[in-house]
């Protein structure tokens, strides 16, 4: 009778007083939601899987409280197991042979659910190894099944943890990898940003040609070590972007992305191939111009030959750099083929100089087109305020205008100003030189007739002038 009482004070506990868990805090819907299906477990153990799927998620906000969960849920499987396979009322006449055989059945249930924890961690260990965007979640899973296990088996689960722990070290390596991949792409993208906005275009300083040539020549120089550098430390990163940018329609597309692992970079590599695709699509007429340049006067030739040695120095990087680009390299050959045939910059220079003597022989001072001696004396009045102690007097003035040149209002018509233009030629006392300059006199009107003129302008640059042709 006391055996039977037991029993039946052992399922009433077990039915009516599955443990709960008491919480009123700010995951209380979780936690009831819980509850209900842990209810619910002692009929259908397929809502246990729904009570798994709640720890979860308070896993991630409350590690105390989702730990008194799965304790919960640890005791409400062993009883529902218990309950599966315990002995009714109905059974006691069965005796010691009933016992066995229940005792059996309840180690098979617990067998076959620690056997489904084993299924279901493997399957979780296998998603977390090949989806490296969710290894996270899998891992998390992976883990719960094998902690349920050791708490059954202890060897097993044991086992179970440590290959979860081996993934989990692999897992952080191909997170830092991923990072490291993404900071070399930034930093050779940083690279392609300079060699966007770097490109040597030569130029020329009258004052300092040889200044002029020094720059241009750095200019080239820099723009190469930029380049050596980007395919000494990111030719495998490269050859990913040669297959993306070939496959797509990069044209006009700034700023374009490309995919690089397992992230998506805007990158500037594509910006400065649409640049350099762009530069050869004009390089005929840019070449035209660089080879006409060479042969004509004044400064054209210095400066012709500073873009010719840009030129090359740009189309030798990005033919290395874009290697299935044929075009860049025969560019960098046809430019390097008339630098050869050019004769270098010494015969640039002569060119120039050869234009410049001549030009300097056939300048002649503006033709006086206007005799006025009153407006010349003020010319030269203007002209000797304003110009640096090293100019010397004039040498001779010129009016370029033959009649003033009247402003008027333009809704009455009525005279504001008039202005005269002038030419001045005067002897750079530092230099020797003379120069030609340019004078603007100005004359206000004031409403009965004109005041004396003003000068307005003087032009500090001139041109040089023989002493023999300024009274020519």
Same mark, same amino acid.
Not at 74 to 101: F, I, K, V, Y
């Given at each position: 009778?006391?055996?039977?009482?037991?029993?039946?004070?052992?399922?009433?506990?077990?039915?009516?007083?599955?443990?709960?868990?008491?919480?009123?805090?700010?995951?209380?819907?979780?936690?009831?939601?819980?509850?209900?299906?842990?209810?619910?477990?002692?009929?259908?153990?397929?809502?246990?899987?729904?009570?798994?799927?709640?720890?979860?998620?308070?896993?991630?906000?409350?590690?105390?409280?989702?730990?008194?969960?799965?304790?919960?849920?640890?005791?409400?499987?062993?009883?529902?197991?218990?309950?599966?396979?315990?002995?009714?009322?109905?059974?006691?006449?069965?005796?010691?042979?009933?016992?066995?055989?229940?005792?059996?059945?309840?180690?098979?249930?617990?067998?076959?659910?620690?056997?489904?924890?084993?299924?279901?961690?493997?399957?979780?260990?296998?998603?977390?190894?090949?989806?490296?965007?969710?290894?996270?979640?899998?891992?998390?899973?992976?883990?719960?099944?094998?902690?349920?296990?050791?708490?059954?088996?202890?060897?097993?689960?044991?086992?179970?943890?440590?290959?979860?722990?081996?993934?989990?070290?692999?897992?952080?390596?191909?997170?830092?990898?991923?990072?490291?991949?993404?900071?070399?792409?930034?930093?050779?993208?940083?690279?392609?940003?300079?060699?966007?906005?770097?490109?040597?275009?030569?130029?020329?300083?009258?004052?300092?040609?040889?200044?002029?040539?020094?720059?241009?020549?750095?200019?080239?120089?820099?723009?190469?070590?930029?380049?050596?550098?980007?395919?000494?430390?990111?030719?495998?990163?490269?050859?990913?972007?040669?297959?993306?940018?070939?496959?797509?329609?990069?044209?006009?597309?700034?700023?374009?992305?490309?995919?690089?692992?397992?992230?998506?970079?805007?990158?500037?590599?594509?910006?400065?191939?649409?640049?350099?695709?762009?530069?050869?699509?004009?390089?005929?007429?840019?070449?035209?111009?660089?080879?006409?340049?060479?042969?004509?006067?004044?400064?054209?030739?210095?400066?012709?030959?500073?873009?010719?040695?840009?030129?090359?120095?740009?189309?030798?990087?990005?033919?290395?750099?874009?290697?299935?680009?044929?075009?860049?390299?025969?560019?960098? @050959?046809?430019?390097?083929?008339?630098?050869? #045939?050019?004769? !270098?910059?010494?015969?640039? &220079?002569?060119? +120039?100089?050869? =234009? $410049?003597?001549?030009?300097?022989?056939?300048?002649?001072?503006?033709?006086?087109?206007?005799?006025?001696?009153?407006?010349?004396?003020?010319?030269?009045?203007?002209?000797?305020?304003?110009?640096?102690?090293?100019?010397?007097?004039?040498?001779?003035?010129?009016?370029?205008?033959?009649?003033?040149?009247?402003?008027?209002?333009?809704?009455?018509?009525?005279?504001?100003?008039?202005?005269? @233009?002038?030419?001045?030629?005067?002897?750079? #006392?530092?230099? !020797?030189?003379?120069?030609? &300059?340019?004078? +603007?006199?100005? =004359? $206000?009107?004031?409403?009965?007739?004109?005041?004396?003129?003003?000068?307005?302008?003087?032009?500090?640059?001139?041109?040089?002038?023989?002493?023999?042709?300024?009274?020519?």
């Amino acid at each position: 009778m006391k055996v039977v009482l037991h029993i039946l004070l052992t399922l009433f506990f077990t039915n009516t007083v599955m443990a709960q868990i008491n919480y009123d805090g700010p995951l209380v819907v979780y936690v009831k939601s819980f509850n209900t299906y842990l209810e619910k477990g002692k009929v259908d153990s397929k809502y246990f899987k729904s009570c798994e799927g709640k720890i979860n998620y308070v896993k991630k906000r409350d590690p105390e409280l989702a730990a008194r969960m799965q304790s919960a849920l640890d005791e409400a499987r062993g009883s529902s197991n218990a309950n599966a396979t315990s002995t009714t009322p109905s059974d006691l006449n069965q005796g010691s042979r009933n016992t066995r055989s229940t005792s059996n059945t309840s180690d098979a249930v617990l067998q076959k659910t620690i056997d489904k924890n084993c299924r279901m961690f493997e399957d979780y260990l296998a998603k977390c190894k090949i989806n490296a965007a969710e290894c996270q979640r899998y891992y998390d899973r992976a883990k719960d099944k094998a902690i349920y296990v050791k708490s059954k088996d202890t060897q097993k689960g044991s086992a179970m943890l440590s290959r979860l722990e081996a993934v989990s070290n692999k897992w952080e390596k191909q997170a830092v990898g991923a990072a490291d991949l993404k900071k070399r792409v930034y930093e050779m993208d940083q690279a392609f940003k300079y060699l966007d906005t770097n490109i040597p275009k030569g130029g020329y300083d009258s004052d300092n040609p040889d200044g002029a040539a020094e720059r241009t020549e750095a200019s080239v120089q820099l723009f190469k070590a930029k380049t050596d550098f980007i395919l000494q430390n990111y030719s495998d990163l490269l050859e990913i972007a040669y297959t993306k940018i070939q496959s797509v329609d990069v044209g006009g597309r700034r700023g374009a992305s490309m995919q690089f692992g397992d992230f998506t970079y805007s990158t500037y590599l594509l910006q400065f191939y649409n640049q350099t695709k762009s530069i050869l699509g004009d390089s005929d007429n840019d070449f035209r111009n660089i080879e006409s340049g060479l042969k004509d006067g004044g400064n054209s030739p210095e400066i012709s030959y500073n873009q010719l040695i840009s030129r090359i120095g740009f189309y030798e990087s990005v033919s290395k750099l874009f290697p299935f680009e044929k075009g860049f390299k025969v560019a960098y @050959n046809k430019y390097k083929t008339l630098e050869a #045939n050019s004769g !270098g910059r010494s015969k640039a &220079r002569a060119t +120039m100089a050869a =234009s $410049e003597r001549k030009e300097l022989e056939d300048r002649r001072m503006p033709k006086a087109v206007r005799q006025d001696p009153v407006l010349e004396a003020k010319v030269k009045e203007y002209f000797m305020y304003k110009k640096p102690e090293h100019w010397g007097a004039p040498l001779r003035i010129t009016l370029n205008f033959a009649n003033w040149n009247i402003h008027k209002h333009p809704l009455t018509g009525i005279p504001l100003y008039k202005r005269m @233009n002038a030419s001045i030629a005067s002897k750079d #006392n530092k230099t !020797g030189k003379v120069h030609i &300059r340019s004078i +603007m006199m100005r =004359s $206000e009107y004031n409403g009965s007739g004109w005041e004396a003129a003003q000068g307005e302008t003087l032009h500090p640059l001139g041109m040089e002038i023989l002493p023999e042709n300024v009274h020519k």
